[in-house]
């Protein structure tokens, strides 16, 4: 029903900057939140960053002042852009979405997860 394309994921160096892609497709109606978490190895998955339908924005701590979420609508896409970056960043990095189908309704979706490495 709704497959979620993520991509930007990499090997950068500390303090070093990666922009994240997560692109949705199949039968959507609307798309609410959209959002981004990370799973470190050994640790539970957590929340990096949330943007609503209207645009508003939640930051984990970890991401403030850091990271930056944005969306286009159009494109059905988040973005999370990444600077300043450090060794305890690296994660596999999820897209969530939550999408409105016809079939399904209101639900969740989860994309495959991308990793990002950061090197000291």
């Known amino acids: 029903q709704v497959q979620l394309v993520e991509s930007g994921g990499g090997l950068v160096q500390a303090g070093g900057s990666l922009r994240l892609s997560c692109a949705a497709s199949?039968?959507?109606?609307?798309?609410?939140?959209m959002g981004w978490y990370r799973q470190a190895s050994g640790k539970q998955r957590e929340l990096v960053a949330v943007?609503?339908?209207?645009?508003?924005?939640n930051y984990a701590d970890s991401a403030k002042g850091r990271f930056t979420i944005s969306r286009d609508n159009a494109k059905n896409t988040v973005y999370l852009q990444m600077n300043s970056l450090k060794p305890e960043d690296t994660a596999v990095y999820f897209c969530?979405?939550?999408?409105?189908?016809?079939?399904?309704?209101?639900?969740?979706?989860w994309g495959q997860g991308t990793q990002v490495t950061i090197s000291s």
């Open positions: 969530n979405v939550d999408a409105w189908t016809l079939l399904a309704g209101t639900r969740d979706y």
């Open positions: 199949g039968s959507i109606f609307s798309i609410n939140a």
């Open positions: 943007i609503t339908s209207g645009g508003r924005t």
